[in-house]
């Protein structure tokens, strides 16, 4: 009878507190827009990952900087525009470059090899 009721409880407490613990470990869709001057920061982690899962950014010259975080290298390019920009960043480094964007969907990722199947891409929407 005592067990019977701590595990309610416990299952209870669990279902309480799932709403605020959705932040803490996923499940969620990150943001970023861009700034005034249509530039974006993206930061590149070392779990293959970058700090937003979308970018939202104007159509016309877009800016990208592209900031390591952690010590693997990393890159970042535009799916199908690969020639026209390729950032990479090594040793904490930073480095940042401009790409023209008409209005659509476009996938950002890391061409390290291994990185993008790791899911090291995030969407880019131009309006």
């Given at each position: 009878m005592r067990l019977r009721a701590t595990v309610g409880a416990s299952?209870?407490?669990a279902l309480l507190l799932s709403p605020f613990l959705v932040?803490?470990?996923g499940?969620?869709?990150t943001t970023q827009v861009a700034n005034e001057d249509n530039a974006?920061?993206?930061?590149a982690y070392d779990r293959q990952d970058y700090n937003a899962d979308i970018f939202e950014v104007a159509r016309g010259m877009?800016?990208?900087?592209l900031s390591q975080v952690g010590v693997q290298e990393h890159t970042l390019v535009v799916e199908d525009r690969e020639d026209?920009?390729?950032?990479?960043?090594v040793d904490g480094g930073t480095d940042s470059g401009s790409i023209d964007l008409e209005p659509g969907r476009y996938l950002l990722y890391c061409d390290i090899?291994?990185?993008?199947?790791?899911?090291?891409e995030a969407r880019l929407m131009v309006d």
């Open positions: 299952t209870t407490a932040g803490c470990g499940g969620g869709t974006i920061r993206v930061e877009v800016t990208f900087e026209e920009m390729r950032l990479v960043v090899a291994g990185h993008r199947a790791s899911g090291m």
